[in-house]
């Protein structure tokens, strides 16, 4: 299997659903369909009295397998406090301790755990290579909830990358096998995550219902983090709808649960969407200080992803000041850290808007070139609203 570097740097889609909506929906217990039996979470330690698929012991005398998950909770705690550095060492600390133990549903989320913190500051690559390593790992020792995350990790790299089919068809398989293992959290987070892309090629009605059911979901299964995610999303689809002010009441929803939980990350998103909808209500002051907080945090997590947001937000603020230098910069930083992170919608967002502010300085061949660029990721995302608009800006009406 291949070895992730260590923090290097820092159709049936309808069907399926449906099928999965029916399941959630039952009266019967999931141990009753199809003789399906719910893997529980305490199964995803090693335990000296359990056996594994194969026969053989899930932990044996020397393998640190409570050291192990002690650095695990050591290393969730880093990642939540923004300590992405601490964090990543933990986890190899861990992945090291049970090195040469019988392969376990430990060393499969292990793997996926890591990814997930490399995926959020934007180490894609990476992140990739973990999440297929964690996948390969829970099919060889048939660990179905293991094999489901790792399914749902994968899709969410195929999103950024804007391969928008492949994303849908693992999200399909996720849904499914989340189901049948009875993680309805995780089914939930996938019906968060199908919304966004509902929502991002047009198809508002759909994106509405599902985050809907994954709020709904996402609450009776205790998921704090998971709620505010899905507030998140809400804000903005709201926010796409022009209802501003219901954005906002998302929006300090979510916030007040990630300042309960001490979760940087959810900070961040939230205060650069906060940023965004200071912006669309002309705000100009409000979307200086959310932006602010949003690069903040993004630059102390070393999160790319998040910092090209924060960028790009600032350079809305500074544009409309005039300051079209140092927006200029700003966005060229932002596009940079875009490509980085192998993020093909924000790059193409940050592109139009590069456009923009050339055109406003009478530089119209760059602002040509940029919105061109900007047209084709589009085209390959498959966005018809956002590669209407620039089109309309490559050949304005007469």
């Known amino acids: ?13 309808h069907s399926a659903t449906e099928t999965a909506h029916a399941v959630l929906s039952s009266r019967h217990s999931l141990e009753n369909i199809s003789g399906v039996r719910p893997v529980t979470s305490h199964e995803t330690h090693f335990r000296r009295d359990s056996k594994s698929s194969h026969g053989f012991p899930a932990t044996r ?13 050591r290393a969730h705690d880093h990642q939540h406090r923004g300590s992405v550095a601490e964090a990543c060492v933990a986890f190899e600390m861990a992945v090291a301790l049970i090195d040469g133990a019988p392969t376990s549903p430990l060393h499969t989320d292990l793997h996926r755990w890591h990814g997930a913190l490399l995926f959020d500051i934007g180490s894609t690559s990476e992140a990739e290579a973990l999440f297929r ?22 899709a969410r790299v195929a999103y950024r990358r804007g391969d928008l089919a492949a994303a849908k068809r693992q999200y399909d398989d996720a849904s499914l096998n989340a189901v049948a293992s009875g993680d309805h959290a995780l089914f939930a987070r996938v019906e968060l995550d199908l919304g ?8 508002i009605d759909d994106a509405t219902q599902r985050f809907r059911l994954s709020m709904r979901a996402l609450s009776e299964a205790g998921d704090d983090s998971g709620v505010a995610w899905a507030l998140d999303n809400i804000a903005q689809l709201r926010l796409q709808r022009g209802r501003l002010d219901e954005a906002r009441g998302a929006v300090s929803e979510g916030l007040a649960i990630a300042d309960q939980l001490g979760d940087s990350h959810l900070k961040q998103r939230l205060s650069a ?11 100009i002051d ?41 927006a200029i910069t700003s966005l060229e930083s932002a596009r940079a850290l875009a490509a980085q992170s192998e993020d093909l919608l924000l790059g193409a967002r940050v592109l139009v808007e590069y456009g923009d502010v050339l055109a406003s300085r009478g530089e119209a061949t760059r602002a040509q070139t940029a919105w061109e660029q900007a047209h084709a990721a589009y085209a390959r995302l498959g966005m018809p609203p956002e590669a209407i608009a620039v089109a309309r800006r490559l050949s304005p009406p007469a």
């Open 133 to 154: 390593r964690s996948l390969e790992t829970a099919q060889f020792i048939r660990y179905a909830i293991g094999i489901a995350r790792a399914q749902a990790s994968l």
């Open 1 to 13: 299997m291949p070895v992730a570097k260590p923090c290097a740097s820092g159709s049936s889609l």
């Open 273 to 283: 969407t906060a940023a965004e909808i200071a912006c669309a209500a002309g705000d």
């Open 196 to 203: 966004m892309l509902s929502a991002l090629i047009g198809d």
């Open 61 to 73: 005398p020397g393998t640190h397998a409570q050291e192990a998950r002690e650095l695990v909770a």
């Open 286 to 326: 409000e979307c200086d200080a959310a932006s602010g907080r949003s690069l903040s945090i993004a630059s102390s997590r070393g999160d790319r992803v998040g910092r090209a947001q924060g960028l790009r937000y600032r350079a809305r603020v500074e544009a409309r000041r005039g300051a079209t230098d140092q």
